[in-house]
């Protein structure tokens, strides 16, 4: 895979596409792009690269994979847990986030989780009523274990889209503080605030 990596990287969009419906015709596994996300991940890291520039060119590379991967099979949690993991390790690093791409910036994460979220609000909104409809019924001694067995017995449906709020939502959660932009912050709280009568 290091070799697909080194073959990807230097092409623009339109030539990586063209190099991946040939390479594979039958579509790539999660696994294989998770991979190409990680070793951009390594190689944006610091130490061991100490230029700048290069780091940048591979954290725009990694976006390229990103939105690539979104729409030839990376799952949609994926794309977002990575973006959110590389947006928090820049973060650590102190980068100038106008200097990042914009995905990887805590207000394009955001971004990003509520584009493929795929759960309107309202519907999540009813998903927590029927959550506290749900938990009304223990007593008021009950235990973690009891409230986790008396949660999951919802309709599937219900607990899928718990999962996918769940696995989409939570990693915004270390962002939030850090997100400009007035609206947006306010939105993805209101989306933290449900996630906490999901779990």
């Known amino acids: 895979m ?3 990596y080194r073959t ?10 063209a190099w991946l419906r040939e390479r594979f015709p039958q579509g790539m596994s999660g696994h294989w792009w998770n991979t190409m996300v990680e070793l951009a991940e390594q190689h944006s890291a610091r ?8 780091r940048l060119q591979q954290l725009r590379f990694a976006c390229s994979l990103l939105d690539l991967g979104v729409e030839q099979g990376l799952h949609p949690v994926f794309a977002v847990q990575w973006a959110a993991r590389l ?8 980068t100038n986030a106008a200097t990042l791409p914009e995905t990887l910036t805590p207000d394009g ?3 990003l989780a509520l584009s493929l979220l795929a759960v309107p609000y309202a519907e999540a909104e009813a998903l927590t009523e029927r959550g506290k409809a749900l938990l009304a019924t223990l ?15 919802q309709p599937d449906e219900d607990l899928d889209k718990a999962a996918r709020i769940d696995h989409m939502i939570s990693p915004l959660e270390p962002l939030a503080a850090h997100i400009r932009d007035a609206g947006l912050s306010a939105e993805v709280r209101r989306w933290l605030d449900v996630l906490r009568y999901l779990n």
């Open 8 to 17: 990807l990287r230097p092409l623009d969009d339109a030539a990586r596409r």
């Open 109 to 111: 994460v955001a971004h």
């Open 47 to 54: 130490p061991p690269i100490t230029s700048e520039p290069e």
């Open 87 to 94: 947006a928090q390790r820049e973060l650590r690093y102190g």
């Open 139 to 153: 007593a008021e001694d009950a235990s973690p274990g009891e409230r986790g067995m008396l949660l999951d017995s």
């Open 2 to 4: 290091n070799d697909d």
